[in-house]
């Protein structure tokens, strides 16, 4: 109990100093609402490539292919016209990334049942964005086809059918999808550069001294600081799971999911202001704590699949990223976040505890070991 | 089956983890399906995808991402260590004894901005090696890399230089120089041409150099163009903004040295 007041009132001088400094505030809190605003804007366009459709035959057929283009998930057909060095013009101007020419003959090979080809010209700068654009046009062609079995009985000559089975309820938009990474990002980042900076502050500006000559206990010292590391990276991942929550981009589904994600939360930001102290301690010096912290926070965010899936990586990286406590924080919050799912939370819970544990341990021995120096 | 005229049933389980992924392989299917009738019957499915690609190879998207990643490195780079070297003046004191120096104000500032720029200079000498000798990305155009690396590491110099005059502490330098940087890498098409996304970010963006940074760099190494302009005319637009920069940088210097010291 005696050891109370002294942690709490440094944990409020703590909080009061980054308080103080609303640039801080802003610079910290804004990066988080400003990713949500352009990821926001991003999603509508995410995977939808611009084309142009250059139609040279009037007939039927030629009309129900364009149709399928234009309603196609895979492209965003922003220009249709029948001169072909207009759409070629777009595409070397790069408002479009490709070019699809229905040719002037292409009903009468159809129904002439000979060769009858669609051209796509591809701004090939990507193997992402040109494979996207090189699988779409045969699925809109197998989607012709199998609208003529429609229409004209079993008589498509396209007689393999795709059934589908989904492993997960609902699929998740590619940059709703990395919410979950960037979130762990901003975690790791605010507890270890705060934290950091709040005990690397204490020697730059000889404060330590004076906490080391108050009649309070070394551990208490301690306690406080990595309690005003967590409860500062707290009061960020609030705002963005508020935010999250609010727009329907980060919600998890049900009290039980709303625990899960609430827990994981606290572990990564305990782990990071622990991290932030035993660095902060050790380098005494606010350059040196970004000079570590933020590499390190950006390491770990494509450690544990910041910009892609991190199961679909290749198998080396794979290994790596199975020893990247962020890994699994964020395993567990994109299962709980979009799946309603407790797959691997065992696993995920024990390896972001233990890694709380271990980097409070750290931070710990870190800040005893320079206040006794 | 399929010779004697009857249907049969692909059965596809997708771990459809997220809807880029997950529709790839639904594309991919189809394109399997429509090659496999092409080959086998070539009779039946006479409609096929005729493919002309602009460039005459394809580029990864390793390759392709590691050039922006390079553009946002310069960016954080310079804004870090100008910002900090700014700020580190003012936490100190020792602009007192900088703006009592018998030098003009700008001299001051453009000396800050070279030794910041020599400093940084370094770290982007590593990052060039990396990207050409270690992951194998080979410049087609090696002038205009270091043209631009050089014009680019101007520009954001002095961009920190300015952030550390106006926050004045590095505490906040840090976080800024941050939080400026991801978002703008994420909107300046760092994965394709940002003019192919939405016209709201697609138009926000044309208002800031990274833009224009990775539009030249894309051309420098991939001899890709990734902007309507063309990049003698993102080079131009590049310039000005490194001169407005450089200008307002100073100017805020000159304005701001009555404010003193941060305690």
Redesign the interface.
Known sequence: MNSLFPILAIVRKDISVWLR?P??IA??V??AI??MV??Y??A????R??VALVVQDSGPHAQE?INILSDS??FKVTMITIAPQKAEDA?????V?AVITIPSNFDA??NA????????????????????L??????A?????ADQSAING?NS????????????SQ????L??ELVPNLVLLLT?AGI?NAG?ATA?EWEDSTIKELLLAPISKATIITGKLLSGWITTLLIAAVVLVVGAASGYLRPAGTIYWISTLVIVLLIALASAGLGVAIGAASHR??RV?AIG?PLSIDLFFLSGGIT?A??LPTWLQTIAHFVPTFYGTHAL?MAIFYSSNEGLILDLSVLGATAILAGVLGVLSLRKSMLA | ??RQ????????????????????I??????A?????ANA???????????????SH????V???VVSLMVVSVMLGGL?QAG?NAAREYEKGTVKELMLAPASLWAIQIGKILGALLLNSLSVAVMIIVIVFLIGVWPDHWDELFAFVLLLMITFVALGSLIGTL?R????V???S??LS??VF??SGA???A????Q??ATITQLQPVYYGIAIF?HAF?N?????TSPAINGFILAGFAAVIVAISALTLIAGRGRGVVH
């Open positions: 400094q640039t801080s610079a910290t804004l990066p400003a990713f352009i990821l804007f991003g509508q366009a995410v995977g490539n611009p292919l998930g895979a595409l070397r101007q790069v408002k990334a090979a159809y049942k000979k060769p009858d080809p669609v051209t796509i010209h591809i701004n090939n700068l990507n193997l992402d964005f040109t494979n996207d090189r699988r779409s046009l045969p699925a062609i197998t989607k012709f086809y079993n000559p396209i007689q393999i059918r795709v059934k589908e089975t989904d492993l997960r699929d998740i938009d590619l709703r999808f980042t550069v900076l502050r606010f350059q970004t933020i899936v199961a679909f994109q | 089956m399929l005229g009857k249907q049969a049933q692909l059965r596809v389980v997708l771990n459809n983890l997220e809807v880029d992924f997950t529709n790839d639904r594309r991919a299917v189809p394109l399906i429509t090659s496999f009738y019957f070539p009779n039946q499915v006479v409609i096929r995808a005729h493919e002309v690609d602009s460039y394809d580029t990864g998207y390759q392709y991402l870090l900090s926050v502490r590095r505490q906040a840090i976080p800024l941050i939080g991801i978002p994420f909107i994965f394709g041409p003019i192919w996304g939405d709201v970010t894309q991939h890709f163009t990734t902007t309507s």
